[in-house]
């Protein structure tokens, strides 16, 4: 009996893998800051089971990296990754960290919340709107945003919390 | 190319496509009574659901207890402490996703045992844990 094994499909795979890493890449430099990138699938499962799914684009490489590298320490919380799933994950946000100019900042702390251009873009935004119960934290992007899950930040979608 | 060859080439590539997301996700499926079971078993005695009861709702030197985000009965939806983030039900009379993924649930228990008992879960501790969540009604 003759067998026909697979003995290429799971290269063949991969190559499809690396071939949508591209295809997300050349999407992300072509980011000016108002459209931003596709978010990795990873990303968007382990990041955003716990936070909005922030588009990498909004801190510079060096903050995820650092990011990346003590995610045991996370803010406050252990957000622990198997080594398998960090490597995927802070390749992606190595290749898509921010590089437009207001990006290119390291903000305190690695935090986007304290980046110049956040703070800029949020001035109008009154103090007493930040500790309404519905927003309770400026990273809770998705209380003002509608579209923030998805990555859309354009100002057309932004609903003021009251 | 030879029919034969076509036709393995076709069913490599619906193979590739069905592992695919399996071998993304390592995916390790498994039903809450099996991870129970297991638990239990590394234990060696018998989960109790008061004492997984106690564990949940109270604190253990740290800020957070488990209900913090969870809420003190986890048949509907919490909300992340800091982040404001929804938090799926626990109970897996309200959540038929909970506890049937072992990789998924041994990653949730290492981070949150650790952020409110600065430490990893004991087997025991698990199993006590788990039984009062499989005996929660929505």
Same mark, same amino acid.
């Given at each position: 009996?003759? =067998?026909?094994?697979?003995?290429?499909?799971?290269?063949?795979?991969?190559?499809?893998?690396? =071939?949508?890493?591209?295809?997300?890449?050349?999407?992300?430099?072509?980011?000016?800051?108002?459209?931003?990138?596709?978010?990795?699938?990873?990303?968007?499962?382990?990041?955003?089971?716990?936070?909005?799914?922030?588009?990498?684009?909004?801190?510079?490489?060096?903050?995820?990296?650092?990011?990346?590298?003590?995610?045991?320490?996370?803010?406050? =919380?252990?957000?622990?990754?198997?080594?398998?799933?960090?490597?995927?994950?802070?390749?992606?946000?190595?290749?898509?960290?921010?590089?437009?100019?207001?990006?290119?900042?390291?903000?305190?702390?690695?935090?986007?919340?304290?980046?110049?251009?956040?703070?800029?873009?949020?001035?109008?935004?009154?103090?007493? =709107?930040?500790?309404?119960?519905?927003?309770?934290?400026?990273?809770?992007?998705?209380?003002?945003?509608?579209?923030?899950?998805?990555?859309?930040?354009?100002?057309?979608?932004?609903?003021?919390?009251? | 190319?030879?029919?034969?060859?076509?036709?393995?080439?076709?069913?490599?590539?619906?193979?590739?496509?069905?592992?695919?997301?399996?071998?993304? $996700? $390592?995916?390790?499926?498994?039903?809450?009574?099996?991870?129970?079971?297991?638990?239990?078993?590394?234990?060696?005695?018998?989960?109790?659901?008061?004492?997984?009861?106690?564990?949940?709702?109270?604190?253990? /030197?740290?800020?957070?207890?488990?209900?913090?985000?969870?809420?003190?009965?986890?048949?509907?939806? /919490?909300?992340?402490?800091?982040? /404001?983030?929804?938090?799926?039900?626990?109970?897996?009379?309200?959540?038929?996703?909970?506890?049937?993924?072992?990789?998924?649930?041994?990653?949730?228990?290492?981070?949150?045992?650790?952020?409110?008992? /600065?430490?990893?879960?004991?087997?025991?501790?698990?199993?006590?844990?788990?039984?009062?969540?499989?005996?929660?009604?929505?």
């Amino acid at each position: 009996m003759r =067998t026909h094994t697979c003995f290429n499909w799971q290269q063949a795979l991969f190559g499809l893998i690396a =071939t949508i890493g591209l295809a997300q890449q050349a999407l992300a430099g072509a980011n000016k800051g108002g459209s931003l990138a596709p978010l990795l699938p990873r990303y968007q499962q382990e990041c955003g089971a716990c936070h909005v799914a922030y588009p990498p684009g909004m801190l510079p490489a060096a903050s995820w990296q650092r990011l990346a590298g003590n995610l045991q320490g996370h803010y406050g =919380t252990d957000a622990s990754l198997d080594p398998a799933t960090l490597r995927q994950i802070s390749a992606w946000l190595a290749a898509n960290g921010g590089t437009y100019k207001r990006v290119r900042e390291e903000p305190p702390e690695d935090r986007i919340t304290r980046s110049a251009w956040f703070i800029h873009k949020h001035d109008e935004v009154p103090a007493v =709107t930040w500790k309404l119960p519905a927003v309770n934290s400026a990273a809770n992007c998705a209380a003002c945003h509608a579209g923030a899950e998805q990555g859309g930040f354009n100002e057309r979608n932004v609903r003021i919390s009251r | 190319m030879n029919r034969t060859t076509v036709s393995t080439l076709a069913r490599c590539l619906a193979a590739a496509a069905l592992a695919g997301p399996g071998l993304l $996700q $390592q995916a390790q499926a498994a039903t809450p009574a099996e991870l129970l079971a297991g638990f239990s078993s590394q234990a060696g005695s018998a989960p109790s659901a008061a004492r997984g009861q106690q564990f949940f709702t109270t604190t253990h /030197g740290k800020e957070w207890a488990c209900a913090t985000c969870h809420g003190a009965v986890p048949v509907q939806a /919490g909300k992340h402490a800091a982040t /404001g983030k929804a938090i799926g039900a626990m109970a897996p009379a309200s959540n038929p996703d909970r506890f049937t993924d072992a990789a998924k649930v041994e990653k949730w228990f290492r981070r949150n045992c650790n952020d409110v008992a /600065g430490r990893e879960c004991t087997p025991a501790e698990k199993a006590d844990l788990l039984a009062w969540l499989m005996a929660l009604k929505p």
